[in-house]
C-alpha cells in the first residue's frame, strides 16, 4: 500500500514514516521544513498550495493527514492558524478523493473534546471549575468542545471528511483525536510542572505511546470500515499514576457515568469501547515520573480532601 504522510518531519509525522516503512508500507513523505536522514525522499510541498497537494497524490492509496501547525500559539495571530489549518486540510482530503484515494487518517487532537477547561496548581481558595463533559468515560461519543483556535481547526477537519464520507460512501476516513505521543527516547512520562503552566484538565492527564499511535493507524488502514470515525485513544494509564477511581473523584466528581469504569485502573478513556468498536486496544504504558515529595504531598491531600463528601 502506498500511503502519502504530510508532516513527515515532524515528531509524529517522522516516527510514522519510519514505523510505516518497517511495516512494509510504500511511503511518500512530503513537509514544508526540510529535515535531514529522512529514510526515504521528503518531498518539499506547501499543503497550502492546493496545486502542489495533487500531484503528491499520484500513485497513493492512503493518505495520514499529521500536516498541520501542531499546538495553539506555534504560529500568531490566532486567525492565522485556524485559517492555515483548516485549509492544508481541505487541500490534503479534497486532492485525494479527488484522486480516488479512498483511506485517510486524519491527525485531529484531544483538544477538540477537550480543551475548554484550564486551571493552575496549586489549586487557589475557589478550587476547580467545573468540567465541560457531560458524561465519563471519554470516548467517541465525547462531543466536540474546542477552547482555542488550533482545536477549533481540528474540529473543523473533522467536518470535512464527515462531509466528505457522506458524498463517497466508499469512503473510509479517521479522525484520530491524539492525546499527547510520547516518543521513544523519552519513554518516560514528561514532568508535569503543576504550578507552571495552565492544565487542560478535562484531558484526564492522558497520553498515548508512540509505538500504539503507530500501531492504531496501520491497523485502520488494514482493517478500514466506511464512513467517517472519530477515535479517541490513550493509554491504560494518566500522568499522575493515579487510579481512575481518584481521578474521578478530584477533578470530575459531579460528572455522571455511561457506563462503569474500573476504579483500580489508570484511565477515564473509553479503552474498551475503542476495542469493541474497532478492533483494537493499547498494550503499551511509560514509566512513571519521579514526583518530587510535596508535589506527591499535594495530590495526596487532594484525594483525601475529595473522597470527604459525596
Known amino acids: 500500500m502506498r500511503v502519502l504522510i504530510t508532516g513527515a518531519a515532524g515528531r509524529l509525522g517522522s516516527y510514522t514514516v519510519e514505523g510505516f516503512l518497517k511495516l512494509g508500507y510504500d511511503v511518500v513523505a512530503t513537509d514544508v521544513m526540510y529535515r535531514h536522514g ?26 495520514a493527514h499529521i500536516g498541520n ?30 484522486a ?36 465519563l468515560p471519554i470516548g467517541f461519543e465525547t462531543p466536540p468542545q474546542p477552547g482555542n483556535h488550533y482545536a477549533l481547526s481540528k ?39 503543576l504550578d507552571r503552566y495552565p492544565t487542560m484538565i ?28 472519530i477515535l479517541m485513544p490513550s493509554a491504560n494509564d494518566n500522568h499522575l499514576n493515579l487510579r481512575a477511581a481518584d481521578l474521578k473523584q478530584v477533578f470530575f466528581k459531579n460528572v455522571p457515568l455511561r457506563k462503569p469504569i474500573d476504579p483500580d ?14 478492533g483494537w486496544a493499547p498494550k503499551e504504558i511509560s514509566k512513571p ?5 510535596d508535589v506527591l504531598d499535594y495530590l495526596k491531600n487532594m484525594i483525601e480532601e475529595a473522597w470527604k463528601t459525596p
Request: charged share 20%.
Open 202 to 229: 478535562d484531558e484526564a492527564f492522558a497520553y498515548l505511546m508512540a509505538g500504539d499511535a503507530l500501531s492504531l493507524m496501520d491497523h485502520l488502514l488494514r482493517n478500514g470500515k466506511p464512513g467517517h470515525h
Open 38 to 63: 529522512m529514510p526515504v525522499k521528503l518531498h518539499m510541498a506547501d499543503l497550502l498550495d492546493r496545486l502542489a497537494v495533487y500531484q503528491l497524490m499520484e500513485g497513493c492509496d492512503a493518505v
Open 289 to 293: 515520573v519521579e514526583f518530587e515529595a
Open 265 to 278: 485502573g489508570r484511565t477515564l478513556f473509553d479503552v474498551a469501547g475503542l476495542e469493541e468498536a474497532h
Open 100 to 135: 480516488g484515494i479512498r483511506k485517510i487518517l486524519f491527525a485531529s487532537s484531544i483538544q477538540a473534546a477537550c480543551s475548554r477547561r484550564l486551571a493552575h496548581f496549586p489549586l487557589d481558595e475557589k478550587g476547580l471549575p467545573p468540567s465541560h463533559h457531560t458524561h
Open 155 to 193: 474540529v473543523a477537519g473533522e467536518d470535512m471528511l464527515k462531509m466528505l464520507s457522506q458524498h463517497v460512501p466508499e469512503l473510509s476516513c479517521y479522525s484520530i483525536r491524539f492525546p499527547w505521543i510520547m516518543l521513544p527516547h523519552r519513554y518516560r512520562r514528561y514532568p508535569i510542572n
Open 69 to 98: 501547525h501542531f499546538a495553539p500559539g506555534v504560529v500568531s495571530p490566532q486567525q492565522r492558524l485556524y485559517s492555515e489549518n483548516a485549509t492544508m486540510s481541505i487541500n490534503v482530503f479534497q486532492a485525494a478523493v479527488d
